[in-house]
């Protein structure tokens, strides 16, 4: 039998992007499961329930944690494309700047939370509730996971570690964070601005 | 997630790799060989035998709790199990049978042989594959430790909110199972991208998409099947877990909550879940058929079609198993048509093995027998399915023992047969001595007399209106006699599967007394064949170069002008002999293992106390960032004597660095 | 043997992916302006003093959630110049989630056509 070449490839494609884009297509049924099961329970409240969406919600505040996490996309593609021209300081710059701006977003959601449950609207209290913090919580998990990952590219681009050879790395984070973003694109348009 | 070394991994000066140590406390295990070695390998093969002797142990247990099940059921007003006891049996019964035997059976072929069949030695992400296995394991004895803590899980392995809620289900049994199925569900998604990527990226030179073997392109569906229904599962016990654990409403009708919902979601999952269980089935089968027929598979690519056909449409059809559930008469229409389009590419599989078999030399082998048994009772199976998918008579049979041995005759029927005839078919090429086969037959027929003494009278049972579920019932209701019928018949099925114990242990004692087996004691046609017996460690001295489909067969044999068949070389002057000794593959892994013990830790805290959920979580952290930082490899290996590194297929760990981040997400991202 | 005829149309399927079309840095703050701009777009929806949008309030929304949506996909996360086979997985996964959550949606009695209606 002859013999192939030892390092062929079916595909030029990388391993690790391939994943990451069957996970992110895995996701979608994740959060599409969600955002189904908050769109059914909102309309499923009871007649003369006490606490509604449409009075909890603050969609000024929101918009702009909204406009926060859409920036964020923008510095983590500069971040990507800083690491690709191999110039690790700037690169520096834009992870780190991509991290906080996330967790600007999770601060303020965190505010959003605890402001619900002030006015009374608890995970517990009706169906709408359970559903908007599960799916909400769900999100702000990814988003939080995101920016521990960027903080380890972080770390690794100070020691060394993350050089022009690991954009591919930087790049894949990226999809992530991404994915998250836009996530947060339908949940916004879909939760918030809905009429309620 | 990124703290990796970038260490090269090409060395063109032919020297070894002086890899850095980035932490000096890590190192990657050396061992390979003894018992040690088996936790820390990430060799496809060996994961692929221990997914396999998971399975095999766990159908033993289910198989108990079957035993036990009918037992209760052989008379009438039978006290050998209560009603709890009884409720906690048959859903671990089901819950064992479906997520720690069928599905691991065939992750367990797929393992071992996706990478073989398409010519390459490993998968894409070698250490991610063995932590796909230890996840699962770590999930599956999680379940099943529910017995010593509380009571197992007691709702059915359908799980019916609210009936699996708190005030229904008090005991922990429910919280072990949701848990404990999303710790396997990680285990399942990542093995399902593992090996998507391993297929689209490592198919050997020539090896195009419609050389494949029909198996892989089966397993192939699988994978992608997995990769969409696990998330949607996950999300559906996450609900639950919700509930059961921090009172949320999901599934508390007093809220509002609508009692579909869990339905609809879990069997969104369900029913591509069946076809996860019966397609890696049909993909053995379809190896077997034209090796012991002596012809081609017949219609290749209706085949395949067939089963992406499967594959897709098996999306379209979940609310059948609603029918009686009050779901309106625009989707019971709906459904019921998309139920019987179905059953369209299933028959034109069955018909494509029977004219496989057509005007074939036929041998009946052990395999071969469990093959044939597999389309003869599916085929009764799906028939039984079809009068399911007509709205009106499914009504009536909803819940009856009709649907037992509906889907026992395509469950045990169709995966049980056709994967144990894959264990008989690929034996001799994993472990190197074959299987006997005439206590194989032995086997054989009482597995499928015992099979159909069991289920069989479940049809007239069922039409005579005996519930599923129910622990006893009282005579004089005309179902004594089949009950009394089927527990015979299973514990038949019992017999077999000593059987088969027996034929392991005694085949193993004998194996020096008896001929070699060679690389292809089958005359078989896909690669797997073309390597020594028991497949060497690298699988391929050299990576295959393919032609055609079949390709080792038109290696073997060839046709002369007047159209006959004749030989053209013997298996062992052309397989591979497997004596190269310096391929260079990944170094074992101690994190895998690590990572998947942190999980299981995670579950208890959630069920007894939160501080154990900070333990394993430090454990998973931990070995996470363990994992990333470990060598890519071990820089004592001995790499060959020319100085070559094959990184054919280490990219998983040759490359290790990018692979972690993506790992490393995949692996926190569901467990949230 | 049917199938060694296949073999040509198959490697073909996998996209040479070296036509990496790369913006530059100021084209992505330009993609990111046109999404800020929807995305005031959006917000001002619901100030419904600003302009009335009436029954073409939802459908408004979902145009521009889609818009913004695909452009991410397109330019941030680099699909559009990519290889085929990422989009092929990734746009699997979306459909299935839109099909068959959608399908479920309409089973609880939700029908997509209220939406122009309100």
């Given at each position: 039998m002859e013999h192939g070449d030892e390092h062929h490839r079916s595909t030029p494609l990388s391993h690790e992007k391939l994943a990451m884009w069957a996970f992110l297509g895995s996701e979608c049924l994740l959060f599409g499961g969600l955002i189904s099961t908050y769109m059914l329970y909102k309309n499923k409240l009871p007649e003369g329930t006490a606490i509604s969406p449409g009075e909890l919600f603050d969609i000024p505040f929101t918009s702009v944690t909204t406009f926060v996490l859409l920036m964020s996309s923008l510095t983590m593609v500069l971040s990507v494309s800083s690491i690709t021209r191999g110039d690790l300081r700037r690169n520096r710059v834009w992870l780190l700047t991509t991290a906080l701006l996330g967790a600007v977003f999770i601060g303020g959601q965190v505010y959003e939370f605890t402001a619900f449950y002030n006015e009374g609207a608890g995970f517990t209290t009706n169906l709408w509730s359970s559903a908007f913090f599960t799916l909400t919580g769900f999100h702000g998990v990814h988003v939080s996971i995101g920016i521990v990952m960027l903080m380890s590219l972080f770390i690794g681009n100070l020691t060394g570690r993350i050089t022009k050879a690991s954009a591919e790395k930087v790049e894949i984070i990226g999809l992530y964070w991404h994915f998250v973003d836009i996530v947060w694109i339908v949940i916004f348009t879909i939760v918030y601005l809905f009429p309620q | 997630?990124?703290?990796?070394?970038?260490?090269?991994?090409?060395?063109?000066?032919?020297?070894?790799?002086?890899?850095?140590?980035?932490?000096?406390?890590?190192?990657?295990?050396?061992?390979?060989?003894?018992?040690?070695?088996?936790?820390?390998?990430?060799?496809?093969?060996?994961?692929?035998?221990?997914?396999?002797?998971?399975?095999?142990?766990?159908?033993?247990?289910?198989?108990?709790?079957?035993?036990?099940?009918?037992?209760?059921?052989?008379?009438?007003?039978?006290?050998?199990?209560?009603?709890?006891?009884?409720?906690?049996?048959?859903?671990?019964?089901?819950?064992?049978?479906?997520?720690?035997?069928?599905?691991?059976?065939?992750?367990?072929?797929?393992?071992?042989?996706?990478?073989?069949?398409?010519?390459?030695?490993?998968?894409?992400?070698?250490?991610?594959?063995?932590?796909?296995?230890?996840?699962?394991?770590?999930?599956?004895?999680?379940?099943?430790?529910?017995?010593?803590?509380?009571?197992?899980?007691?709702?059915?392995?359908?799980?019916?909110?609210?009936?699996?809620?708190?005030?229904?289900?008090?005991?922990?049994?429910?919280?072990?199972?949701?848990?404990?199925?999303?710790?396997?569900?990680?285990?399942?998604?990542?093995?399902?991208?593992?090996?998507?990527?391993?297929?689209?990226?490592?198919?050997?030179?020539?090896?195009?998409?419609?050389?494949?073997?029909?198996?892989?392109?089966?397993?192939?569906?699988?994978?992608?099947?997995?990769?969409?229904?696990?998330?949607?599962?996950?999300?559906?016990?996450?609900?639950?877990?919700?509930?059961?654990?921090?009172?949320?409403?999901?599934?508390?009708?007093?809220?509002?909550?609508?009692?579909?919902?869990?339905?609809?979601?879990?069997?969104?999952?369900?029913?591509?879940?069946?076809?996860?269980?019966?397609?890696?089935?049909?993909?053995?089968?379809?190896?077997?058929?034209?090796?012991?027929?002596?012809?081609?598979?017949?219609?290749?690519?209706?085949?395949?079609?067939?089963?992406?056909?499967?594959?897709?449409?098996?999306?379209?059809?979940?609310?059948?198993?609603?029918?009686?559930?009050?779901?309106?008469?625009?989707?019971?229409?709906?459904?019921?048509?998309?139920?019987?389009?179905?059953?369209?590419?299933?028959?034109?599989?069955?018909?494509?093995?029977?004219?496989?078999?057509?005007?074939?030399?036929?041998?009946?082998?052990?395999?071969?027998?469990?093959?044939?048994?597999?389309?003869?009772?599916?085929?009764?199976?799906?028939?039984?399915?079809?009068?399911?998918?007509?709205?009106?008579?499914?009504?009536?049979?909803?819940?009856?023992?009709?649907?037992?041995?509906?889907?026992?005759?395509?469950?045990?029927?169709?995966?049980?047969?056709?994967?144990?005839?894959?264990?008989?078919?690929?034996?001799?090429?994993?472990?190197?001595?074959?299987?006997?086969?005439?206590?194989?037959?032995?086997?054989?027929?009482?597995?499928?007399?015992?099979?159909?003494?069991?289920?069989?009278?479940?049809?007239?049972?069922?039409?005579?209106?005996?519930?599923?579920?129910?622990?006893?019932?009282?005579?004089?209701?005309?179902?004594?006699?089949?009950?009394?019928?089927?527990?015979?018949?299973?514990?038949?099925?019992?017999?077999?599967?000593?059987?088969?114990?027996?034929?392991?242990?005694?085949?193993?004692?004998?194996?020096?007394?008896?001929?070699?087996?060679?690389?292809?004691?089958?005359?078989?046609?896909?690669?797997?064949?073309?390597?020594?017996?028991?497949?060497?460690?690298?699988?391929?001295?050299?990576?295959?170069?393919?032609?055609?489909?079949?390709?080792?067969?038109?290696?073997?044999?060839?046709?002369d002008e007047d159209g006959n068949i004749v030989r053209l070389a013997t298996a062992e002057q052309i397989a591979q002999t497997g004596e190269r000794r310096d391929v260079h593959l990944p170094s074992p892994s101690y994190w895998p293992l690590v990572v998947a013990i942190g999980l299981p830790i995670i579950g208890y805290g959630l069920i007894f106390n939160y501080w154990l959920c900070m333990v394993g979580g430090a454990i998973v952290l931990g070995g996470v960032y363990a994992w990333i930082m470990e060598p890519t490899d071990d820089p004592d290996a001995a790499h060959g004597p020319d100085g070559h590194d094959d990184h054919h297929d280490g990219d998983g760990d040759g490359n290790g660095a990018t692979t972690d981040e993506s790992e490393a997400e995949e692996l926190e991202a569901p467990v949230g | 043997m049917t199938t060694a005829s296949d073999s040509a149309t198959v490697e073909d399927t996998v996209e040479n992916d070296e036509e990496h079309e790369h913006i530059s840095d100021w084209g992505y703050v330009k993609v990111a302006l046109l999404l800020a701009v929807i995305t005031a777009l959006e917000v001002f929806t619901y100030f419904e003093s600003v302009v009335d949008w009436g029954k073409a309030l939802v459908p408004a929304l979902l145009v521009m959630m889609v818009i913004k949506f695909g452009v991410v996909v397109a330019y941030f996360m680099h699909l559009k110049f990519d290889s085929q086979v990422f989009t092929r997985v990734f746009v699997a996964g979306l459909l299935f989630a839109i099909g068959v959550y959608l399908a479920m949606i309409m089973a609880f009695g939700f029908h997509p056509w209220e939406i122009f209606q309100e």
């Open positions: - | 997630m990124a703290i990796v070394e970038d260490t090269p991994r090409e060395l063109t000066t032919g020297q070894p790799a002086v890899a850095e140590r980035p932490l000096g406390v890590l190192t990657r295990p050396t061992s390979t060989e003894g018992w040690k070695s088996w936790l820390t390998t990430v060799d496809h093969k060996r994961i692929g035998i221990l997914y396999g002797a998971a399975a095999i142990f766990f159908f033993v247990v289910g198989g108990i709790e079957a035993l036990l099940i009918r037992l209760q059921l052989a008379r009438p007003g039978a006290t050998v199990l209560g009603a709890d006891l009884y409720n906690q049996v048959f859903t671990m019964h089901g819950v064992t049978m479906i997520f720690l035997v069928a599905m691991p059976l065939g992750a367990a072929f797929a393992n071992y042989l996706i990478p073989l069949q398409i010519g390459t030695r490993d998968v894409a992400f070698p250490r991610l594959n063995a932590f796909s296995f230890w996840c699962f394991l770590a999930g599956a004895i999680f379940i099943n430790t529910s017995w010593f803590l509380g009571g197992a899980p007691d709702g059915g392995w359908f799980a019916y909110a609210p009936n699996t809620g708190v005030l229904f289900s008090p005991s922990n049994g429910m919280d072990f199972f949701a848990i404990g199925l999303q710790i396997t569900g990680i285990a399942s998604l990542l093995s399902a991208i593992n090996l998507i990527v391993t297929v689209v990226n490592l198919r050997a030179p020539g090896m195009t998409w419609f050389r494949m073997p029909v198996f892989t392109w089966m397993m192939l569906v699988v994978q992608v099947l997995l990769l969409f229904a696990i998330p949607v599962i996950t999300l559906a016990l996450f609900l639950l877990m919700f509930d059961r654990l921090w009172g949320a409403n999901f599934f508390n009708v007093e809220a509002g909550a609508d009692p579909l919902l869990w339905e609809h979601l879990f069997w969104i999952f369900g029913h591509p879940e069946v076809y996860i269980l019966i397609l890696p089935a049909f993909g053995a089968v379809s190896e077997i058929i034209p090796v012991f027929s002596r012809k081609p598979i017949f219609g290749y690519k209706f085949m395949i079609f067939s089963g992406i056909a499967i594959g897709f449409m098996g999306w379209g059809v979940w609310a059948h198993h609603m029918f009686a559930s009050g779901i309106g008469p625009i989707s019971v229409a709906a459904f019921s048509v998309s139920t019987m389009f179905i059953a369209v590419p299933t028959g034109v599989k069955i018909l494509n093995w029977m004219a496989t078999m057509w005007g074939g030399r036929l041998r009946f082998t052990t395999p071969m027998l469990f093959a044939v048994g597999l389309v003869s009772m599916f085929t009764i199976g799906g028939l039984s399915g079809v009068t399911h998918s007509v709205a009106p008579a499914d009504t009536q049979q909803t819940d009856t023992y009709y649907i037992v041995a509906h889907f026992h005759y395509v469950v045990f029927g169709g995966v049980i047969l056709g994967l144990f005839g894959g264990m008989y078919f690929w034996w001799p090429k994993v472990f190197g001595y074959a299987l006997d086969d005439r206590a194989g037959k032995w086997n054989f027929w009482l597995m499928l007399i015992g099979f159909n003494v069991t289920f069989g009278p479940m049809h007239l049972l069922g039409l005579q209106g005996m519930s599923r579920r129910i622990q006893t019932y009282s005579s004089g209701q005309g179902f004594d006699l089949w009950n009394m019928v089927a527990t015979i018949g299973s514990f038949m099925i019992a017999l077999s599967v000593l059987v088969f114990v027996g034929n392991i242990l005694q085949s193993y004692r004998t194996r020096n007394r008896r001929p070699p087996v060679g690389p292809d004691p089958w005359d078989g046609r896909s690669l797997e064949w073309a390597t020594a017996s028991p497949t060497p460690v690298h699988n391929f001295d050299y990576v295959p170069v393919v032609e055609s489909l079949d390709d080792f067969w038109h290696r073997k044999w060839g046709e | -």
